[in-house]
């Protein structure tokens, strides 16, 4: 059990720390609107597991992305949601992205999205399926409970590297609030990474 444990553990951390759009975006949210904001939307990704984690536990996972209707609108539902965020930051004003005074999402509103993002991403459910079975120790030990070891590690692990991600990014904000062009990049990044998101998740 611990060797099987220490290399998932091994394995989730390469994977966490490979760039991806989870981290990116939480790169993103730490830069626009601090660390705080990074760490509660990675909260709420790493949250999403949690459900991932039970549907593969059960089976359902299994039978969600045996059906090809229901895995295509969850993919579309999820692609849609992402290109209105993008076309929301597109329509926000780019100049008051640092601003003390301006309106900016709230830490619950992040980490909500952060659990959204994660939930409708169906490409997450196909990797639970692929990576977990291959660190299971025991046939004859309670499967539901290995799922859900592994689970807790992935999570932890997870949590960990991106909030580190955050922690660092939210460090040089002073930095860049002394540069008035920063604002503008920082608009566009996050509309690319919404679009760049829901084009993966669209893709075969």
Do not use: R
Not at 34 to 41: C, D, L, M, Q, R
């Amino acid at each position: 059990m611990i060797e099987n444990v220490l290399s998932f553990s091994l394995a989730t951390l390469a994977l966490a720390f490979s760039p991806g759009p989870d981290n990116i975006y939480v790169l993103t949210q730490s830069l626009v609107n601090g660390t705080k904001s990074g760490i509660a939307t990675t909260a709420g990704l790493i949250s999403g597991c949690i459900v991932h984690t039970t549907l593969l536990a059960f089976g359902v996972s299994a039978i969600i992305t045996a059906s090809e209707s229901i895995f295509y609108g969850i993919k579309v539902f999820g692609a849609l949601y992402l290109l209105y965020l993008a076309y929301s930051v597109y329509k926000s004003d780019a100049s008051v992205t640092f601003s003390e005074d301006a309106p900016k999402k709230s830490n619950w509103e992040l980490f909500k999205i952060g659990v959204f993002m994660n939930l409708v991403n169906p490409k997450i459910m196909i990797f639970f399926l692929a990576f977990f079975p291959a660190f299971l120790w025991s046939p004859s030990e309670n499967t539901v409970s290995q799922f859900y070891i592994l689970g807790i590690v992935f999570m932890v692990v997870s949590f960990i590297v991106f909030s580190t991600i955050a922690l660092l990014a939210g460090s040089i904000k002073q930095f860049l609030m002394k540069s008035k062009t920063v604002g503008p990049v920082l608009k566009w990044l996050q509309i690319v990474v919404f679009i760049g998101i829901a084009v993966f998740i669209l893709l075969p």
